[in-house]
Structure formats: structure tokens, C-alpha cells
């Protein structure tokens, strides 16, 4: 089956001989500035299938909020959820580490969603300002310092605020270590899991890098990290959810086996949480 082309889960492959926790030199923006304009590319104006049908309609259901509330998308990328949002009629305002994708975003909006240039880790992020609700699609395995994440969307979150993120499923999706594989006994689709109770960081080369020592990188974590990491932050879920993929396989010998397990094996999570009063 055909994985889907999300941030933080592009198709990967080992860079020889470097070394996964080396830094390239530019820093992080720099890395997603490279990438910009293949992700954006990739993604549009509206985002893939699974974006439109399942991940967007997704977060704005377990957000139930009222119009003209106030969201800040945090990791926005080139603004595809920010503009969905702002077609449900709610302020909007995005955050991204990389300027090209910031101008990208700025470039495919109306001046009604606000866009800022800001690290969502660093200790001065968005002081005096406070939202509705926080979201986060599909970048927080791309985002190092967890713990200073989740404590700044605590600071930025009215009272009541709600917090909602989706990640590719730390149990399921996991860049090398997990696969889907094929019983020829049982004709069943199975997927195999190599490793996830020790957190990774896991190098990805974007299609843009011909150099094994310039990548991107995941952060893959067991669910009891982000729970703990939540906790630490004030944030309690009381949310949670796993999406299947939208596909269905062409008719074939094994076309029954991979749509059942698809259904039975979702590779996305998405959660809300909420500040403990």
C-alpha cells in the first residue's frame, strides 16, 4: 500500500555513512526553506486527498468551536489548514519556522489568516497573545523540544482552550521500522513492527537533497512521551482518535486483505487536549 505524502513521513531511505544526529549547518529553517517548494508542490493550495476527506474535517470537528473563534495553527506549512479554517469563518493565525513556507503561505491567502515567522519552541513565542485552540497537523514528529512545544501552546491558550494535534501514529507509522507485509499462509496483509518503545531520531532525505548529510528529521516517540510531555505542560487529553487510510485497493488476489487492513491498522492519530484546571 501506498504511504501517503505527509511532513514528517516522506519516503525515506538511510543516508550512507552520516551520522543521524548531525545537525546541518544551516539549521533547521534552513532545511525546510530547501524543501519548500517541493512540499508545497506536493500539497497545494488544498492539501492531498487524505488532507481534504479525513485530517482537515477531522481536527475541525474535535475542535467544536463557534465561528470568528481564534486558532493558531502551529508548523502551518504553506497555510492549508489555515485557509480551510478561515472558510469555516475563524480567526486565523499561522506559525512557521521556515520563511519560504511562511511566503508561500502568505502568497495562496487572503490578508484575513496572519502569519508569523517564529520558532514555537523558543521562550519568547507569541508573549500576550492567547487563542481559542492550538493546532498542530502532522509536524509535531518533526519538532525536537517537545516538552517547550506543549508548554508554549499551554501559554498561548485561553482558558477552556483546546489543543489539537494529529501525528503519523507513533505506534504504527515509524520511517523504516515499520512495514507492511504479506502472509502467504494466512493470505492476510500484516504490518510488521521493528521498534517503538525507544525514542529515534530518524534522518529523511527529501527528494530536493542529493547529499546524505543534509536532511530533515523525525523524532519517533511511544505514546506514553507525548502523554508525559502533555502532563509536564498542564494539558490533559480528553480526545483521541485513529484514522484509517481513505484508499481502497484496485480489484485483485489481495485487493479484500489490504482494505481490511487498512481499516484495522490506522497510521494516523490525531488528539485533543485541554489545560487542567
Not at 48 to 70: A, T
Not at 97 to 123: M, W
Request: charged letters at 30%; one cysteine or more; aromatic letters at 10%.
Amino acid at each position: 500500500m501506498k504511504k501517503k505524502p505527509v511532513r514528517g513521513g516522506f519516503p525515506t531511505r538511510k543516508p550512507k555513512g552520516s551520522n543521524p544526529r548531525k545537525k546541518t549547518s544551516d539549521g533547521k529553517a534552513a532545511v525546510w526553506d530547501q524543501v519548500a517548494a517541493w512540499y508545497d508542490a506536493l500539497v497545494g493550495d488544498t492539501g492531498s486527498d487524505y488532507h481534504k476527506e479525513v485530517i482537515m474535517p477531522g481536527v475541525h470537528k474535535l475542535l467544536d468551536l463557534p465561528e470568528k473563534s481564534q486558532v493558531l495553527d502551529l508548523a502551518c506549512g504553506q497555510g492549508v489548514f489555515c485557509r480551510y479554517l478561515s472558510k469555516k469563518s475563524f480567526s486565523v493565525h499561522g506559525v512557521d519556522v521556515s520563511q519560504e513556507l511562511i511566503e508561500r503561505a502568505r502568497s495562496r491567502s487572503d490578508k484575513l489568516i496572519q502569519y508569523t515567522l517564529a520558532d514555537a519552541t523558543a521562550d519568547e513565542f507569541l508573549n500576550e497573545l492567547s487563542f481559542d485552540a492550538v493546532v498542530c497537523l502532522l509536524a509535531l514528529q518533526n519538532i525536537e523540544k517537545l516538552e517547550s512545544f506543549f508548554i508554549n501552546v499551554s501559554r498561548r491558550l485561553k482558558p477552556g482552550g483546546k489543543f489539537v494535534a494529529v501525528v503519523t501514529h507513533p505506534c504504527f507509522r515509524i520511517p523504516r521500522q515499520t512495514h507492511w507485509g504479506w502472509d502467504e499462509n494466512k493470505r492476510m496483509q500484516y504490518r510488521r513492527i521493528d521498534h517503538y518503545g525507544t525514542e529515534m531520531e530518524i534522518p529523511i532525505i527529501a527528494p530536493p537533497f542529493s547529499d546524505p548529510d543534509r536532511f530533515t528529521v523525525t523524532y519517533h516517540r511511544p505514546l506514553q512521551s507525548y502523554i508525559q510531555a502533555l502532563a509536564k505542560a498542564n494539558l490533559w487529553i480528553d480526545g483521541l482518535e485513529e484514522w484509517s487510510s481513505n484508499k481502497v485497493s484496485e480489484p485483485g488476489k489481495r485487493s479484500r486483505a489490504e482494505n481490511r487492513a487498512r481499516k484495522e491498522i490506522p497510521l494516523f492519530m490525531a488528539f485533543r487536549a485541554r489545560l487542567a484546571p
